[in-house]
C-alpha cells in the first residue's frame, strides 16, 4: 500500500511507544500487524490474514491479548470483514470442540441467539480433539470475548448499531464456556471496553438496548460466585462497574430486576463470614460466658471467667485488682 500503510504504521508504534513502561515485544509485533491489516486495501488479504492468526494457539494470555489488539485495529477500517471473520471462526471445528469438551453447560438457547449449529452440541458426541490441542484450545472464546471488546473500542461513533450483536455473542461465550478465572476476567474486561465506547457515543443516552437484560443475569452470577469470604478482589468492582453502566441505559429496569440485583449486589459485598466460620462460636450464643467473677469462699486471690463449655476462647484470666493477667 505503500504511504497510505507506512503512516499509520508510524502512528500505532508511536502510540505503543507511550507511557513509562516499553511495550513488550509481542506487544509492539501484535500492533504492527494489526495497523498492516487496517492500512490493507483488500478485504480478501485482512480476512485471510485474521483468519490464520485466530488459528494460531490461544493458550498463554500475552496471546490471547495480542491477538484481540490486532482483531480490533484492523477493525478500526474492516469493520465488517473482522466481523465475518470472528463469526466464522466462532463457528469453525475447534471452537465447537473447546465448547463441547471443557463447558458443563448445555448451549440450549445457542440458537435462539443466532448459533444454529451450537444446538447441534448436545447431539454430537463425535466433537473430540486430540489431547495435544486442549490447552491450544481451551481459552480460545476468552480470546474472541477480548476481541469483540477490541472491536467495540475501534467502532468509536459507529458503535451503537453493532452493540446489541457484541453483546449477544460475549452472553452466549459467557454462559457457555468453561468457567475459570481466565473467562471471567475476559469477560468484564471485554465488558468495560464495550461500557466505554458507548459512554463516548452522544446518542447512547436515547438508544434502546435489548440485550441488558440479559447481560445483567450473567453479571449477577458472576457476582454470587465471587468469595464471600474476600471482599478486595478485582473482579467484584469491575462488576459494579459495568453493572452501575447498565442501569443508566436504556430501557429502564422493572423493579423485580431491580430489587434482585441490588439483593444480589448488597449480598456480594456485605455478606456474613462463612457458615463454618460462625459454627465455631456457636457456643457463646448457647452459653454465653458468665460475666461475675467467681472466687473460692474466703479467698480474694485471682479467679477465672469462663463458660463451662465453650472453647472458642480461651479463659479469661482475673489478677487480684481485677484486672486481666
Known amino acids: 500500500p505503500g ?8 502512528r500505532g508504534v508511536l502510540r505503543s511507544s507511550r507511557g513509562q513502561d516499553a511495550p513488550s515485544p ?9 495497523m498492516v491489516l487496517q492500512a490493507e486495501e483488500e478485504s480478501t488479504t485482512v480476512r485471510a490474514h485474521l483468519q490464520s492468526l485466530l488459528e494460531t494457539s490461544h493458550q498463554w494470555p500475552k496471546q490471547r491479548e495480542g491477538i484481540a489488539l490486532t482483531v480490533g485495529l484492523a477493525a478500526n477500517r474492516h469493520l465488517n470483514d473482522v466481523w465475518a471473520i470472528l463469526d466464522q471462526f466462532g463457528r469453525s471445528g475447534p471452537i465447537k470442540w473447546s465448547l463441547h469438551s471443557f463447558s ?5 438457547r445457542a440458537s435462539a441467539q443466532g448459533w444454529s449449529w ?21 481459552w480460545a472464546s476468552s480470546t474472541i470475548l477480548l476481541a469483540y471488546g477490541q472491536v467495540a473500542a475501534s467502532a468509536k461513533a459507529h458503535i451503537l448499531p453493532w452493540v446489541d450483536n457484541i453483546l449477544s455473542r460475549m452472553i452466549f461465550y459467557f454462559r457457555y464456556s468453561s468457567w475459570d478465572e481466565t473467562l471471567k476476567q475476559s469477560f468484564l474486561t471485554a465488558n468495560l ?30 457476582m454470587e460466585k465471587e468469595p464471600q469470604d474476600v471482599l478486595c478482589t478485582e473482579s467484584r468492582p469491575q462488576a459494579l462497574h459495568i453493572i452501575s ?14 430489587s434482585r440485583l441490588l439483593s444480589t449486589c448488597l449480598r456480594s459485598v456485605f455478606a456474613l463470614p462463612l457458615l463454618d466460620a460462625l459454627e465455631k ?41 481485677g484486672r486481666t493477667g
Not at 26 to 34: H, I, K, N, S, V
Not at 104 to 108: D, F, T
Not at 245 to 258: A, G, V
Not at 288 to 312: D, E, F, W
Open 193 to 222: 471496553m464495550l461500557m466505554g465506547a458507548i459512554s463516548r457515543n452522544e446518542g447512547a443516552h436515547s438508544y434502546e438496548f435489548s440485550q441488558i437484560s440479559e447481560l445483567l443475569e450473567c453479571l449477577m452470577v458472576l
Open 118 to 138: 451450537a444446538s447441534t452440541l448436545r447431539e454430537d458426541q463425535s466433537l473430540q480433539g486430540p489431547t495435544s490441542e486442549d490447552l491450544r484450545w481451551k
Open 281 to 321: 462460636h456457636t457456643c457463646l450464643f448457647l452459653e454465653p460466658p458468665n460475666i461475675q467473677v467467681r472466687l473460692p469462699q474466703g479467698h480474694a486471690g485471682p479467679g477465672t471467667l469462663q463458660s463451662p463449655n465453650c472453647t472458642a476462647f480461651p479463659p479469661v484470666k482475673w489478677g487480684d485488682n
Open 26 to 34: 509481542q506487544t509492539f509485533l501484535f500492533t504492527f500487524y494489526g
Open 104 to 108: 458443563l453447560k448445555v448451549p440450549a
Open 245 to 258: 453502566s447498565l442501569c443508566k441505559m436504556r430501557p429502564p429496569m422493572d423493579t423485580n430486576r431491580k
Open 3 to 10: 504511504t497510505q500503510c507506512v503512516l499509520p504504521l508510524q
